[in-house]
């Protein structure tokens, strides 16, 4: 069964920083395609940031230059490393995962960000 852990939310300013882990168990986390998702209330859920097993990325525009994503396949890892964070980057951020684009999602319980001053 798969479980996703994340961590590493919390309360920071605007313009600081933020590194969220996600550990995952259950999966060969080698061949999953992983990923970042925020949702605020309200709002549909929406992707932040996404790495493939072969370690291609990409991210939501709002976040380019400001984000990382990056994976320890030796840890069962996925991190995102946030930079510059503003106010709209609040939100509770999931970890995601999934084999391939025909197999199941897998979402984490999520960890709160929350940008204020």
């Known amino acids: 069964q798969v479980k996703l852990v994340e961590s590493g939310g919390g309360l920071v300013q605007p313009g600081g920083s933020l590194r969220l882990s996600c550990a995952a168990s259950?999966?060969?986390?080698?061949?999953?395609?992983m990923g970042w998702y925020r949702q605020t209330p309200g709002k549909q859920r929406e992707l932040v940031a996404a790495?493939?097993?072969?370690?291609?990325?990409n991210y939501a525009e709002s976040v380019k230059g400001r984000c990382t994503i990056s994976k320890d396949n030796a840890k069962n890892t996925v991190y995102l490393q946030m930079n510059s964070l503003k106010p709209d980057d609040t939100a509770v951020y999931y970890c995601?995962?999934?084999?391939?684009?025909?197999?199941?999602?897998?979402w984490g319980q999520g960890t709160k960000v929350t940008v204020s001053s």
């Open positions: 995601h995962a999934r084999r391939s684009a025909y197999s199941a999602d897998s």
């Open positions: 790495i493939t097993s072969g370690g291609r990325t």
């Open positions: 259950g999966i060969i986390f080698s061949v999953y395609n």
